[in-house]
């Protein structure tokens, strides 16, 4: 109902002020809505802001009492404050399933996310992106897009060259139960000791890189299947963080299909193309400095020209293009839009993260000095399960070990997602598994209370009477859900979704211990128990959209 309420203060506001941008924004502690567009007006009726707002504030009462929006002027602001009807009414639409879904959105998005070298598992320097993107596509669905999620799948770089030399060189075999990626970077790992040892092996990686590039059937399948391999243990990974990937789109396909070519056939008719030792695209106008290089000395294309090739696919294939990347990145995502736009093409939208990390420092794959993340996942769960025995001795074993398996995803995907994307952060068990306190277990544990509070209730029926300061408070902050998804999609901070699932939990925690709902009587009680089933629905929706279980006991 927020977005419905703030939509009809808005007509009305144009329409009294005869100004298209009324101001409108959230009226903090003070009301639902507030605007300063009385400021804007002084100079137009030279009247003193403070005199325009009370003027304002006359003309618009008798318009927004029927909506049940009562509007005041405090200095020269307009404060604008949500009533019972509206209370009720949001409630009400609470109770349905798929609550905070938004009419079905124009236009199909493609989100890319992950797309990590497959050259060893995803360590906890790979996943913030994952849940990052994950989040996102999540919104994105929820708020009525049609939504694609993809992994671009390098499968023909340097990397990938020193991993299948390692695998035709070095007699390394999987061990017994041994994930396909793990053991791929300790194949990885060992070429590259063996590099540093023996510089002469450089050679026979670039004319791999050689073979690979002229489309050599034989060169061609055993980095297909390399890659495959070390894929099928990322898909592992993700399916534990429930971050799946509706589509896997392999960079040498375009350039297969000839994609790649023609599109650098374009870029060689520009004015800003130079050939020299290699062929590089001047960006410089884009203040891009740095040369942008498309093929190497030796005629070989750089990882940038099937990329390129991949999002003028995606962009004549989306509405929408966006791409999560770390902020490591940063210039090769700007290059990229830059080159795109100079052939005229879609650029993506682009979502840079810093990096998560451990207590335990930076990573490395080549040095093979990472947690990965099947080890974070592991740790977490082993920490889950000792906290839930703890609290639940009563349930089996393999009850307790399936809360555990949710509760530790919970932990490491929220942790994660609540820091603003531009922000660093660490990742701390102890914080992440705190049902006490600000984490997804804690969001968790106020919709398993709330299922608990339903399931004692016996028979009761729907009331939307609302008057204490509790009641109005998390009444209203469950009216905002479906705004929140609309901002989330519309700003690209998945971090907004986090914040507004803890308050939510936080506001059902007071209500619930100011108020008593069993023990009430009357339309009290049903009122109340309607607002516990309001809160328990719009928690669930909120963790599903966060990729978390919406637990029923814990």
């Not at 209500?511 to 009430?520: G, I, K, N, S």
């Amino acid at each position: 109902m927020f977005l419905e309420a703030r939509a009809r203060v808005e007509a009305i506001l144009r329409e009294a002020t005869g100004e298209e941008d009324v101001l409108l924004a959230d009226g903090g502690d003070h009301a639902d809505l507030a605007s300063t567009v009385a400021f804007g007006l002084a100079r137009k009726r030279r009247q003193a802001p403070a005199r325009i707002a009370q003027d304002l504030a006359t003309d618009l009462a008798g318009r927004l009492e029927p909506d049940g929006i009562a509007v005041a002027a405090t200095g020269p602001y307009l404060n604008f404050t949500f009533g019972p009807a509206y209370l009720a009414a949001s409630v009400r639409a609470a109770l349905a399933p798929g609550y905070g879904a938004l009419p079905p959105g124009t236009g199909r998005v493609v989100l890319e996310h992950t797309s990590a070298n497959p050259n060893g598992p995803l360590h906890v320097g790979h996943i913030r992106n994952s849940v990052i993107g994950d989040t996102l596509a999540r919104a994105f669905r929820k708020a009525g897009y049609p939504t694609e999620v993809q992994y671009y799948v390098n499968d023909m770089g340097r990397q990938i060259a020193i991993v299948v030399w390692g695998m035709d060189h070095l007699g390394l075999e999987p061990g017994e139960g041994e994930k396909p990626d793990h053991y791929t970077a300790r194949v990885y790992v060992a070429a590259n000791r063996r590099l540093e040892a023996e510089p002469e092996i450089t050679a026979e990686v670039d004319a791999l890189m050689r073979q690979v590039e002229a489309l050599d059937p034989a060169t061609v399948k055993k980095f297909r299947e390399a890659v495959a391999s070390c894929l099928d243990g990322f898909r592992s990974t993700l399916a534990d963080l429930a971050a799946p990937h509706d589509r896997f789109v392999h960079e040498s396909d375009f350039l297969r299909i000839g994609d790649m070519e023609r599109l650098l056939a374009r870029f060689e008719r520009r004015p800003e193309a130079h050939r020299d030792e290699v062929f590089w695209i001047d960006l410089s106008a884009h203040g891009i400095e740095n040369r942008y290089v498309l093929r190497r000395s030796d005629g070989t294309s750089v990882y940038a020209a099937r990329d390129l090739a991949y999002h003028v696919w995606k962009g004549r294939n989306a509405d929408r293009v966006i791409d999560v990347l770390g902020a490591d990145h940063k210039l090769i995502g700007a290059s990229l839009q830059a080159a795109l736009r100079m052939l005229g093409e879609v650029a993506p939208e682009i979502v840079f993260f810093e990096f998560v990390s451990l207590p335990e420092g930076s990573m490395s794959t080549r040095a093979g000095k990472f947690v990965s993340s099947d080890d974070l996942i592991a740790e977490t769960r082993r920490r889950a399960l000792e906290e839930v025995t703890a609290r639940r001795p009563e349930l089996s074993r393999e009850e307790r070990e399936a809360i555990a398996r949710s509760v530790a995803r919970a932990a490491i995907r929220y942790d994660i997602v609540r820091v603003s994307p531009e922000k660093a952060t660490v990742f701390d068990w102890t914080t992440a598994l705190d049902f006490e306190r600000q984490s997804g277990p804690y969001v968790q544990y106020a919709h398993a209370r709330a299922c608990s509070i339903l399931a004692k209730a016996g028979a009761w029926s729907e009331a939307f009477e609302y008057g204490s300061p509790h009641e109005v408070a998390l009444a209203k902050q469950i009216a905002r859900f479906p705004a929140l998804v609309q901002q989330v999609v519309g700003e690209l901070r998945p971090h907004l979704l986090a914040t507004y699932a803890r308050e939510l939990a936080d506001l059902f925690n007071t209500f619930y211990h100011f108020e008593p709902v069993l023990r009430a009587a009357g339309t009290t009680r049903d009122s109340r128990l309607t607002l516990v089933r309001a809160a328990q629905n719009t928690l669930g929706e909120a963790l599903e959209t966060l990729g978390i279980d919406a637990l029923a006991s814990m």
